[in-house]
Structures are given as structure tokens and as C-alpha cells.
């Protein structure tokens, strides 16, 4: 198997932080698309021309935020879009026709949000910020966000904000070196930490910067400035409905596998698990079948050396039947790669 680099991408004159595939994008003859963001406080939509597979960008969104662009995240329809920035607001733009407006600014975080995400059914959306809270917005009629709840439990700036890919609960990893996952009691907007996922658990003992979910839901991989990756499991995910909140427990750790801070982590449809590193690599992971007991149940597929020039703060697998990875990195570009036997 070999990453093999399919195009290099130019245009940020900053840092790129994040990347986003739009979920609606990558069959039936629709071309893959995904958003990038920076430090140059703009976000560019880049899209795969469907004749030469090569990708250029389409537009860029810029004069809205004041500050870095750190997390960008496309709504299940693909139709909105929603930009995080250090400038404490969450922009949610909208794609009239391949032009791209801003409709919406959430207001609220104290200082600088770190990350966005959609729900999987797109009428919530969660943002988490240095301000050590996360918030829960409620999709209104009209590209309306009222905000249903503020959640208060982390003691540092929080990282990222993950829905569960099929239930309406929400994870957050933070700077306190814990996961969080939060969940509404009834249909009260009363959301609460119903977990915590922290050292006395076999948890992180570093900032937790990334979390991502296997195609089941049932499994969850965690990424630290411990230079380790750790996989989480829970019983059947349908069974929670009803029968109340299913915890996670810890499968198994993988380290050794970067030297520095690993900042990214994305599970694929196939069932592959990236990371990127301040290492500048990137590496894969798939379920090792033949594992010894007591062993880590994931084994190395390949690693990438020098994957990009400096940090690569972002990896993504896109949608579609042969998923590709895009990698975002502190050398300002990104890098869209193929996996190839």
C-alpha cells in the first residue's frame, strides 16, 4: 500500500488549520468539494474537476471574520456551511448557486471558538471555545441559531466538538487532557456530562485535540499531545434509544507511532483511521485481526514521512465509494492523497 500525493494545493497565505469534504459531494456525477480554512482568515472551497481529476478553487470567503478561521463544518445537506474563528464567532454561510453568502453570525463565546460541527439530522450545531464552554444551537426556520444550551464542565480551552454520527450526543476534547460526552435527559434542552474520559480511565494525560468515530458509531479514536492514540468502544449503538446512555470504555492505546503532538484523527467509511502530527507525517491504521490478546486491536497500515514541509494540523477522508485524504499543514498548503496498492 503507498499514500501516493495527487495534487498540491496553493492559495492560503497562512497556516491551514482545518478541512471539511461536503458530505453531499463524490457520486452520482457530483464533484467531490471541500472547505479549507486559515490563519489568513479565509476560507476557500476547492472542487474536483470531474474530466482532468485535478482540483482548483472555486471561491474564496473572505471580509467576514477579523481573526484566524480554525474549523470549518458542512451541514448533512451540504448546503451550509459554518466557519469557527479566534474572532469568538461562528459564521454560517450559504451556497446560493455556487455563490457563497454569509446568513448568520453566532455570537457568544468570550474569545476564540476552536471548533464547529453539525448533528447528523443538521438542526443542531455545537461550538466549543478557549472560553472552556461548549454551546448547542438550534437550527430555526430562516438560518435562524438560537442558542438551547451552554455546557460548563471543562477546566481549559476546549479543542473540538463531535456529534455522534447517529445519535444526538455530543463529545468534546479539551485542553484538561479529558473527553466529555454530553447528552440531553429528556426533551427539555437539559443537556449534561454523562461521561468523562480522563486519566483515572485510561485516558489521555495530555491535551486531547481530536476525536473521530468509526462507520458504526460504536467505536471512537482519540488523539493527544501524549503522542498517543487511543480507541474507545461502546455496546450497540441502537440500543440507546430509550434504554438509556451506553458508556465508553477504553479498548486499547497506540503509541509510538508519532514523535510530536498528534493533532488530527479521522476514521474512514473503510474503515481506515488517519493521523497527522507536528511530526509533519501521516499515519494509517486498520484493525488488526490476528492481534494477540491483550494486545492494541489496530496495527500500522503505512506511514508517511515528511507528508508535509511542517505540522499537519488537519486530515480528512472524503465521502464516496474510494475515499481520498486531504492534509492541511502549517506550510500553508494542502495536499490531497490516494491509497493505492
Known amino acids: 500500500m503507498e499514500l501516493k ?46 474530466s482532468s481529476r485535478l482540483w482548483e478553487c472555486k471561491t474564496v470567503l473572505e471580509e467576514t471574520h477579523i481573526r484566524t478561521v480554525r474549523s470549518c463544518a458542512w451541514s448533512p445537506s451540504g448546503k451550509l456551511l459554518a466557519t469557527a474563528s479566534f474572532d469568538a464567532t461562528t459564521a454560517i454561510w450559504e451556497n446560493v448557486g455556487g455563490d457563497f453568502e454569509c446568513v448568520s453570525t453566532l455570537e457568544g463565546h468570550e474569545n476564540e471558538v476552536k471548533s464547529v460541527c453539525w448533528n447528523a439530522s443538521g438542526n443542531l450545531l455545537a461550538t466549543c471555545s478557549r472560553d472552556k464552554s461548549v454551546w448547542i444551537w438550534e437550527v430555526q426556520p430562516g438560518n435562524e441559531f438560537e442558542c438551547v444550551s451552554v455546557l460548563q464542565g471543562h477546566t481549559q480551552d476546549v479543542k473540538m466538538v463531535k456529534w455522534h454520527p447517529t445519535e444526538d450526543i455530543l463529545f468534546s476534547c479539551s485542553y484538561d487532557n479529558s473527553v466529555k460526552v454530553w447528552a440531553d435527559e429528556g426533551d427539555s434542552d437539559d443537556w449534561q456530562c454523562v461521561q468523562t474520559l480522563g486519566e483515572p480511565n485510561n485516558g489521555h494525560t495530555s491535551t486531547v ?8 458509531g460504536d467505536k471512537m479514536v482519540t488523539c493527544s499531545d501524549d503522542l498517543t492514540l487511543k480507541v474507545w468502544e461502546t455496546e450497540s449503538i441502537g440500543m440507546q434509544s430509550g434504554g438509556g446512555f451506553a458508556p465508553w470504555r477504553h479498548l486499547c492505546t497506540l503509541s509510538g507511532y508519532h ?83
Open 209 to 216: 485535540w481530536a476525536l473521530s468515530f468509526n462507520p458504526g
Open 259 to 341: 514523535g510530536r503532538t498528534i493533532f488530527s484523527v479521522h476514521w474512514s467509511g473503510e474503515g481506515i483511521f488517519a493521523s497527522g502530527a507536528a511530526d509533519d507525517a501521516i499515519r494509517l491504521f486498520v484493525e488488526d485481526t490476528e492481534s494477540q490478546a491483550g494486545g492494541p486491536l489496530y496495527k500500522l497500515l503505512l506511514k508517511k514521512e515528511k507528508a508535509h514541509d511542517m505540522d499537519v494540523n488537519s486530515v480528512q477522508w472524503s465521502p464516496g465509494e474510494k475515499p481520498l485524504l486531504a492534509s492541511a499543514s502549517d506550510d500553508g498548503t494542502i495536499k490531497v492523497w490516494e491509497l493505492v496498492s
Open 5 to 50: 500525493e495527487i495534487q498540491r494545493l496553493e492559495g492560503h497565505t497562512d497556516r491551514v488549520w482545518s478541512l471539511a469534504w461536503n458530505p453531499a459531494t463524490g457520486h452520482a456525477g457530483v464533484p467531490l468539494v471541500f472547505a479549507s480554512c486559515s490563519g489568513d482568515k479565509t476560507v476557500r472551497i476547492w472542487e474536483q474537476n470531474l
